[in-house]
Structures are given as structure tokens and as C-alpha cells.
């Protein structure tokens, strides 16, 4: 397709509400994308493990996704994988772990330990298992292990998760500012919690790399996203001269990142930014 669109998509507060129902008309919008021949995939801070399902409800098979904000980007692999086991569970999704980010978190951990020794930590291992010291409400931790602090640094990981309940957004803001967490790339959640990568990584550089393995030379690209997190791969679309797409109930900062603001997820905002920027032109085979 000679001028088909890469459109990269944020789950939570973009295709999904807060219940885990679709946003109004998605699933038809990308259907139509999809079957126009463009490329739909999604781009999330979300483990490997909590977006594949998500996939099958899109009616999507990109051929990247990117997770756990850009450090884990998986790649649909052929169909005798289809019902291989992996690491991550029952690959009946047909994915491999194409490229992964790691770092050691030693370092960050005793930093964020020594003023927030009460919170809940988890870390995501290279090879997509999850450790953790307690339970965290909101993730998923199938197939994770519940371990001691000190375990956690034990080797590298593709990302720390800090929660802390009593603490806002606000409250992590400071955190990170005393704390000197410039070693790493972070973003605040959209409840409230702290969530660290490998530094210089996050969804933009993760789709760079997807877009450079296509072989993609123009700017049909689309990014659509609501949370800080969403920063990385709104600069990068943008700097493509493509479309980088805020949810309406954004925060004000992820908005003025955007080149483009549309209907909050409830009103069914991702299906109208995608009806207006993608559907418009037909793709020429």
C-alpha cells in the first residue's frame, strides 16, 4: 500500500473506559481503518500479558506492539507459533519478543525505598515475569511471584512500578524532582502511580524503531494517547510531520504536547480522530 497509515494506539483512557468497556465506535472506526488497508497497532504502557486480549476485541494483527511503554516491543510471528508456550503464557497470540529494553535497578529502587518505604514495587524482567512485593491494585500479575524487596534488584528489568497509596500525581512530581531521577526515562500514571524505564525509552522511541523496520518513508503516521506516558510518541509523531491526538479528559500538559485534541473517551473521541484523519483518503493498493 503506497500510502497507508501507521496509527499507534494507548489503551487505557484511549480505546478503553474506565470499566475496561470499548470506547463508543472504536471498534468499527479501526475495523475500517484496518480493512482500508492501513497499519493499527497499539502502543501502551501495559505489560505484554495485559494488552494481547485487547488485539482479538480490536479484531486487529499488526505486526508490532508496543508495551511497557516502549521497553518491550513484540512482533507477530508465523502461524505454527500459534500454539507454543512462552514465557508470558499460552502464545496462542502468535507474538515473540522482538526487542526489549532493560536496566539495573538497583540504584532507583534504593532511592524510591528510602522515601517511600511503605509503597508497593514491582518489576517486569526482561523475559516478561513479573515480581512484586505486594498486591497491586489494576495490574496484572499472572504468573508473577511475590518476592522481598531486595529481590527486586536482583537482576535487570525492563521496568519499576511504584505505587503509593495516600500519594498523587503531584506528590510524584516532587518525588522524581528530589530524588534525581534523570538516570531513567519515568511517566505518572493515570491513577497515580510511578512507572520507570531504561533511560531515553518510551512509546515514541519504540515506534521509531517499528516504523524504520517497515521500511516507512512518509508522514501517515497517527498516534492517539491520554497520559504522560504518551509524551515520547506524541513528540515523535509530531517531528514526522504526522498526527499526535490528546483524548479530551487529558491532562492539560498531554493536550499542549499534542498537535490535536479531540472528544473525551466516553464521547467516543478516538473514533471520531480516526474517522477524520485516516478514513478521509482512500489507500492506493
Known sequence: MTNAWLVALDIDGTILLQDETMSPGVVDAVGRARDAGNEVMLATGRSWMGTHRFLDQLGIR???????????????????AEDA???????????????VETFDPSAVLGLLHDRLPDARYMVELGSGQRLYTAELDDWTLD?????????????????????????????F??????????????????????????????????????????????????????????????????????????????????????????DDVEDGGLATAIERIVLTVPVIP
Open 173 to 262: 512530581h516532587r518525588l522524581v524532582q528530589d530524588a534525581g531521577l534523570n538516570e531513567v526515562s519515568y511517566a505518572i500514571g493515570w491513577t497515580a502511580w510511578l512507572d520507570i524505564a531504561p533511560r531515553g525509552v518510551d512509546k515514541g522511541t519504540a515506534l521509531a524503531r517499528v516504523r524504520a523496520s517497515r521500511g516507512q518513508l512518509d508522514d501517515r503516521v497517527l498516534v492517539a494517547g491520554d497520559g504522560r506516558n504518551d509524551l515520547g510518541m506524541f513528540a515523535w509523531a509530531r517531528g514526522l510531520g504526522g498526527h499526535a491526538v490528546a483524548m479530551g479528559q487529558a491532562p492539560d500538559e498531554v493536550k499542549a504536547a499534542a498537535g490535536e485534541v479531540t
Open 62 to 80: 499488526p505486526e508490532f506492539v508496543v508495551c511497557s511503554n516502549g521497553a518491550v516491543t513484540m512482533r507477530r510471528i508465523g502461524s505454527a
Open 143 to 171: 504468573g508473577g511471584r511475590q518476592v522481598g524487596f531486595a529481590e527486586l534488584s536482583a537482576q535487570e528489568v525492563s521496568r519499576v512500578v511504584v505505587v503509593s497509596p495516600g500519594h498523587d500525581e503531584d506528590d
Open 85 to 99: 508456550a512462552t514465557d508470558d503464557g499460552p502464545a496462542t497470540d502468535g507474538y515473540e519478543r522482538w526487542n
